[in-house]
């Protein structure tokens, strides 16, 4: 796969305790304004499990342009700043759309 | 979070290795065919990741129009059969989007 160029879907798989609900998506709003602001940024969807034993129970799927500007993003001075309360919890990939 | 009504997502990490990517994803769209006739389908997304060594290959994000149209779609006879070659790569779950 050419994953170089063209729109890429990040998913990010956190790990949160149960009971830590409000204060993970507190964080993860501080981390979503930071990087919402950079370029190549389209949109993102912060999903819930529906049940309280789920491994990851918060799952993030995001649009950026390209690998390259989500690279760049993520390598802003105020990146780790902002996202280091949920840095921790985070599995990051970068993904394609292959089938539908 | 009330889970039992309304529409859901579910997101299904795939563990496959590599080199065996165009025997799952066949596998993954008979499994794709079978649900897609079900009640309560309404769409699906199947990820490739960008990077060989990624913990979870392939993740699926499918619309459904709420748990139980879900749950019913996999108790079906035939689901089993048609999902049988990618079921034990699967870590599913049900989740509702809580921000964007």
Wanted: no cysteine; net charge negative.
């Amino acid at each position: 796969m050419d994953g170089n160029s063209g729109p890429v879907m990040l998913i990010n798989l956190f790990e949160v305790p149960s009971g830590a609900d409000a204060g993970f998506i507190a964080a993860w709003e501080h981390a979503r304004d930071f990087l919402a602001a950079q370029e190549g940024y389209r949109s993102t969807e912060l999903h819930q499990s529906l049940g309280p034993d789920a491994e990851f129970r918060f799952v993030n799927v995001a649009e950026w342009a390209s690998p390259a500007a989500f690279r760049a993003a993520v390598g802003q001075p105020g990146f780790r700043e902002a996202a280091a309360a949920i840095q921790q919890r985070a599995h990051p990939g970068l993904y394609q759309v292959v089938r539908r």
